[in-house]
Structures are given as C-alpha cells and as structure tokens.
C-alpha cells in the first residue's frame, strides 16, 4: 500500500492534460457485451477501475487488446456471473446487468461495492428492468436476472441516477418495442455512451435531456469512439492552482461540461480563460469564501464537493457547502481539520471559515474525492503531509502524482510496509 508524501507550499505553474473520463469509459466499455462485433475504444485512461470493469468483462467473455487503441470483441458469453471479489471494489460493476440481460437473457451479478459515502441503492435499476419484462430475486448477495425478452416500458427514475440511466439505455436499446425513461441523468457521460450506441445502430432520442426514448433494435454493430475528457480531473487541477496561489494550463479541458464549477471558481476569485486549444487557470490574490449546494448535472457536481471545500480552507470569510447527493460525503472533513481547517457540520451542511493557512499533518484518504480533496490542502500547507491509503486515488487520477510533479509539486508516491 503506497502513500504520498507531499512538501507544500509551492504555486503550480506549466501544463497538464486532461485524461479520458473514467465515468465515461466504464458504460462505454460495458457496451461492449451488446454486440459480437469489434468496438474499438481511444482515449481509455490506465486507473484502477478501469483494470477492474475489464475483469470482469474478460470473465464474462469479452476479448481485450491493445490500449491506445483498445479493442473489444464479445463474440459469445463465458458466464454470466460477475462474481462479488470483483464487483465489491466498484459500485459501476452493476452496469453490466443491464447488457447481459438483453443480449443472453440472464444475469447473475453480485451486489455491488466501492466508495463508503452513503447507499447507492440498485433498486431503480432492478425496477426499471423489472418492468421491462425481467424476472429478478435477489439470492446471498447476488442479482439473479433472467428473461425471455426484454419489452419496451415507460420508466420513471425517482431520482436521475447516473448508473440507472446508463443500465436502462444499454438493456433497452436491443429490447422489443420502445422505452421511454424519465427523469433520466443528463450528465454527459450518460450523452457519451447514448452517442456510441448511436453508431453501434442503437435508436435513441433525448440524450442530455430528462426523457430519453429508445426504440430497442435486432442487433447493435461495432464501432470506434473516443473517450471524452475528464471534468472532474479538470476542475480539481483547477481547484489546485487556485489553493497554491499558482497560474496553469489545461490541455483537453472539457469547459463545456464544467458550467457550474468554472462559474463557482471564478466566484472564488480564479480567472479563467480559454487560450487556443488551452485553458489558463490563475489563482487570486486573495480567495473569496463561496456558498455551493451540490445537485444533478447541470448543477454543481458532488464529485467536486470536497476539492472546493479544500479551497475554501483558505478562503477570507466563511462559505457554507450542502450536500444534496450523498448523506455521508463528508468523511474529508475531519482529515481536513487535522491540517488546520475550521469546519462545522450541521446536517447536510459544512460551515467553513478560512483560515490564514494550513498546517502540514499525516492524514488518511476515505475514498476518491476525499483523497483529491487531501492532496490539494496538502500541496497548499506549509510542511509536510502525509496522505496514507492513496490507493483510492489510483481509481480516479492517472499518475496525479507525476502530473503534479510536472507543475512543479513536490509530492512523491512512497511504498508503505
């Protein structure tokens, strides 16, 4: 188990490039299980989730090689178990459900695992294929799934689950007859992945939007897609220039997909400008506290909560940050305060009052974002920080340690035990 050891104080300046987003690669890889036709993928990022879905795909019967480009063949099923030692580590293994149940008819996946920042219920998913005609029970942990054929449904989303969302579109996109999902997730990872089942022949309609149609089809063909980048990546190196007081560079940064961080950053005090292919991303003199309440695309991102409340550390007054997604995403909380911080939770709420500066301290990552959220105060205090358990970080950031470097951080990546 390896840690980072990080010697703060010092303002990032240079160039970083945004990778492929990991949110996108998932259901996009997933797809895969839909045709017996190659699918050639650009752009996949190396992390860890990344190495896990293709497990479990592997296992499932889908062929992998290469990796820039990375080609994928379903020809015929392997089994149609994803087994729990896999899925526990990844919440997202559930959207293979979804796919193996419209193209073999029956699925038999374990109850998914990942992040501890509150339940992520499957039962939309399980409800939303139920009305398309499958026949689940739930058996020691595990989603048994089986059907005869998946029929169009109209599906009404409680909540505009992203997974949700992404696991009814791939299921009815080879289902008989026309579904319509309501209250769908708007995010553009869920736009991404309908745009490639699109070229794979899929019949959808309302993408990015709240109702999404999908006329099911007979057969989906293979194609080649590219992964699009990263927001969440982009806007925590933004965050970071922002808390070490630095002046950087985004290469692919998706601004499109960034409307309320970038609004929200700027708020704070950041100046943000596009320059040619490049965003240029230079921190205030001074950081101005900023309220956020976090909410379903196209408002502010949950996965950028814990970056911001970073920043707001270091913020001239006090900003109060709510938690609208999540019950339990503010495990950062008290690592932060170990480093220096003053924050106050109240329900769904966190006070924060900034402070003149942060104190370097060994703390202990919790899950993706918590861990992001550590290595910016870290990389801002004075000292030196330990953050032990990065192994959540690989998840989500590819090689966050080396791009830091190149901005002129000293952070290294030390084995532990």
């Not at 559930?94 to 109850?111: D, E, H, M, T």
């Not at 009404?156 to 579109?169: A, C, Q, R, S």
């Not at 579904?179 to 309302?206: D, F, H, S, W, Y």
């Amino acid at each position: 188990m390896d840690k980072f050891i990080i010697y703060g104080g010092k303002p990032l300046k240079g160039k970083v490039a945004i990778s492929g987003a990991k949110n996108a690669a998932l259901p996009m890889l997933v797809a895969s299980l839909l045709t017996k036709e190659t699918i050639t993928y650009y752009g996949v990022p190396n992390l860890k989730d990344i190495f896990t879905i293709k497990t479990i795909l592997t296992k499932l019967g889908v062929d992998f090689s290469g990796s820039d480009p990375l080609i994928a063949r379903a020809q015929k099923l392997r089994s149609h178990c994803a087994p729990y030692e896999l899925v526990r580590t990844m919440r997202a293994s559930i959207l293979v459900l979804g796919p193996l149940l419209a193209r073999f008819k029956k699925a038999y996946v374990s109850l998914p695992g990942g992040c501890a920042i509150g339940a992520r219920p499957v039962d939309l998913h399980l409800r939303g294929l139920t009305q398309m005609g499958a026949e689940i029970r739930l058996e020691k942990g595990y989603i048994k799934a089986e059907t005869e054929c998946l029929k169009g449904a109209e599906i009404y989303l409680d909540i505009p689950t992203v997974t949700g969302t992404e696991n009814l579109m791939m299921a009815a996109s080879l289902a008989k007859g026309t579904t319509v999902i309501r209250n769908a997730a708007c995010e553009p990872e869920v736009t991404a992945l309908a745009r490639m089942l699109k070229q794979m022949g899929a019949e959808i309609e309302g993408e990015g939007t709240d109702v999404i149609y999908i006329r099911g089809v007979d057969a989906l063909n293979g194609t080649t897609c590219t992964i699009i980048p990263d927001r969440i990546e982009a806007g925590t190196y933004m965050a970071a220039a922002g808390i070490t007081g630095g002046e950087i560079y985004l290469q692919r940064c998706p601004l499109e997909f960034l409307g309320a961080v970038v609004d929200k950053l700027r708020e704070a005090g950041l100046t943000i400008t596009s320059e040619g292919d490049m965003v240029k991303v230079t921190a205030p003199s001074v950081i101005n506290s900023t309220d956020i309440t976090t909410l379903p695309y196209p408002g502010f991102p949950t996965d950028m909560q814990a970056q911001f409340m970073a920043l707001m550390c270091l913020g001239n007054g006090v900003s109060v940050i709510t938690e609208r997604i999540f019950e339990n995403r503010f495990m950062h909380v008290l690592e932060l305060k170990r480093l220096g911080a003053d924050i106050k939770i109240d329900g769904a709420s966190a006070i924060v009052r900034g402070v003149p500066k942060l104190i370097g301290a060994p703390v202990m990552a919790t899950d993706l974002r918590a861990s992001a959220s550590l290595v910016l105060a870290g990389l801002a205090a004075e000292g030196i920080t330990e953050i032990h358990r990065i192994y959540h970080l690989d998840r989500g950031y590819v090689q966050m340690e080396k791009k830091l470097q190149a901005l002129g951080a000293e952070i290294e990546r030390v084995a532990v035990g």
